[in-house]
């Protein structure tokens, strides 16, 4: 069964978001990129699925600016066997996204299709679900858990209150939850082991499909600071406020 | 222009949550309808009559809706899809799972966790963990939108008077099936509708301590229960009990942070609570910049006489 993995180049978690003096968007320049966290999950399942032996190729595909590459590469050195980039200059949003990766799912005829649930920049949680309704296909948000038995996912999702287990006709669509698994460390010989395997290049433009944002950024602002409050003295003091004051209690 | 809800139930009971996207829609359009999809949900169905604002209920019931699987759910929206400008659904795991499929089979796109609504085309909604606030504007012909729960008002659930409509079921192939299902019990306040929760981090240092910490205090002042992902990790209580940016969103109106540090993550998932407590033994835990009120104390001796004073 070969899987496929999508990723996404972000902003690192790591680094404090800066917003644009001119309102327009959050500053990119000069600033670490990095995977998506949810992604690195996603590709470390389908490298476990293989170690496994219930995989047999991993393809990992991006689509975006030529620079994701590095991301792609970074997938390539935790274990996936070749990458695609859909290049592209002009922004992607999910539902384009998910139009690109049908296309290149349906080429490849993949068993089952894997992505972090959400992207830690726009935070829009849209392309897998996107994805499996463009192909068709059953779906399994926000997994926890993903065993494969019998040509069937058996995947536990993370739901409001707890938990819940689906079975799923494969080809599916699976996206990773935070707890899915630890992506491992990766290795200096698999990063030099990654320069080697193959990593094709795709413009956009050549797949002939609607792409054009629907959704037009206006503005882009910092969140209203919430201003520290008192600081109290003991335990009596704060009921005493919390009476009186604020009157919540 | 009508707008059309997606509601949020168990089959049993209808969700709040549905009633704070009941106010986002109506902000939108002036009729807004709500569709109820699931097995037996007479009495979520009449739930829904009554919420102030809404002109009329749909209701979809048969067997293979009881568990609000993607598929067959977003299949019974598109039948009835026909003619809203705008379909929203709260930003539920259910919305969250669904809408996308929605919007994808209507070739638009999708404005995700809206916390404002400027225009009937123009959203507020938060990006970057809520680190950063876009404004934007689609000019899809129906709009389908997620509503971020705690950046509406929820609409009065009595008062409406909304009519009944019985739709029959489309059946679609079956590609997945439900198993199991595994969810806390409790007798809380869920956490997401809480008016008041509390919250332990990994300062408290077990689990047994979060029990012996945490829970009576919660219990004293009836709140939901509350962790720090730290916590979580740490294994001191189950997943779903994780406030923050990939936990749950919460606003309650008074949040008590027990040893939580008050991680970024954190606090994108608690910083729009009305009034918020703090109880930690660093001064200079981030926590505070954003806490009402702070204490700065042993938590294992002030927690306690806390409880007990109230």
Known sequence: ?249 | MAALIIAEHDNVTLKSSTLSAVTAASLCATEVDVLVVGFNVDTVVSQATLISNVRKVIQIDSPHLADHLAEPLALQILNVANGYTHLLAPSTANGKNVMPRVAAKLNVGQISDITKVETPDIFERPIYAGNAIATVQSNDNVKVITVRVTGFDPSPSVGGAASIEKKDAVQGARKSAFVSRDLTQSDRPELTAAKRVVSGGRGLGSGEKYQEIIVPLADKIGAALGASRAAVDAGYVPNDYQVGQTGKIVAPELYVAVAISGAIQHLAGMKDSKVIVAINKDPEAPIFSVADYGLVADLFAAVPELTQAI
């Not at chain 1, 327009?24 to 320049?29: E, K, M, N, R, Y």
Request: with cysteine.
């Open chain 1, 1 to 249: 069964m070969k899987v496929l993995v999508a990723v996404k180049r972000v902003l690192d978690y790591n680094v404090k978001v800066r917003v644009k003096s001119d309102q327009s968007g959050v500053d990119l320049a000069n600033v670490k990129m990095s995977m998506n966290p949810f992604d690195e999950i996603a590709v470390e399942e389908a490298v476990r699925l293989k170690e496994a032996g219930l995989a047999s190729e991993i393809v990992v595909v991006s689509a975006g600016v030529s620079q994701s590459q590095e991301t792609l590469r970074t997938a390539l050195a935790i274990g996936a066997d070749r990458a695609i980039l859909v290049e592209s200059e002009v922004e992607l949003q999910p539902l384009a996204v998910a139009k690109i990766l049908q296309h290149v799912a349906e080429k490849e005829q993949v068993g089952i299709i894997i992505l972090g649930k959400q992207a830690i920049d726009d935070d829009c949680n849209q392309t897998g679900q996107m994805l499996a309704s463009l192909m068709d296909l059953s779906q399994a948000t926000f997994a926890s858990k993903l065993e494969i038995k019998e040509s069937k996912a058996f995947v536990t999702r993370e739901v409001d209150g707890g938990l819940e287990t689906l079975e799923l006709d494969l080809p599916a669509v699976v996206t990773a939850d935070l707890r899915l698994n630890e992506p491992r460390f990766i290795t200096l010989p698999n990063i030099m082991k990654a320069k080697k395997k193959s990593l094709e290049v795709i413009k956009v433009d050549a797949l002939n499909l609607d792409i054009a944002p629907r959704i037009k950024t206006l503005k882009v602002v910092e969140p209203g600071a919430r201003k520290a409050g008192v600081v109290v003295a003991d335990a009596a003091a704060l009921i005493d406020k919390l009476k009186n004051e604020a009157k919540v209690i």
